[in-house]
């Protein structure tokens, strides 16, 4: 677990309790925790979620529950637990697609020819991209990117 060493009073059963607790989190829901600081009575503990192939998404008050399950039994009572949550929320890139893409460029007038110019991609690139391989997430958040600059850049 990140920042384990920042707590002394651990024991190492205790530390390994909070790492295999980690680790299935990890695994299981792709559910990081770790130990931000400690200071005096207070250790301040981020927990947050990425996205999973289930889908399955906890929020706020879910995994503040479960960083407190993790670390019940094994922090002293008079050592305040402070919860930073940070929830799993969806990108706009689930809605880019190719489509999107061909309406953004009848929209603006941009043929493939000046969308390739605009993004640095060689054109045959492009025509592979659209006809071949598919969009990546980073093929995605490029154009996303573009045609939200390009939107505002024109509105002046």
């Known amino acids: 677990m990140k920042g384990i060493e920042l707590v002394s009073f651990l024991t190492d059963d205790q530390k390994k309790l909070l790492e295999v607790s980690e680790i299935n989190y990890k695994r299981y829901g ?5 130990i931000v600081s400690f200071n005096g009575n207070i ?16 929020i706020a008050k879910e995994l503040r529950e479960r ?13 305040k637990l402070h919860i930073g949550v940070v929830p799993y929320t969806q990108d706009s890139l689930s ?12 929209t603006y007038g941009i043929s493939d020819a000046e969308l390739a110019k605009f993004v640095n991609i060689d ?11 598919g969009l990546t997430k980073i093929h995605k958040a490029l154009f996303y990117y573009f045609f939200k ?8």
Do not use: C, H, T
């Open 67 to 79: 960083a407190k399950e993790v670390f019940k039994g094994i922090i002293p009572d008079n050592i």
């Open 95 to 106: 809605e880019i697609s190719i489509e999107w893409i061909k309406e953004q460029q009848n």
């Open 123 to 133: 054109q045959a690139n492009l025509f592979r991209i659209f006809n071949q391989r």
């Open 43 to 58: 250790l301040v503990v981020k927990i947050s979620q990425k996205e999973n192939e289930a889908q399955k998404y906890l």
């Open 30 to 34: 792709r559910i990081y925790i770790s």
């Open 149 to 156: 600059y390009f939107a505002l850049s024109n509105q002046k």
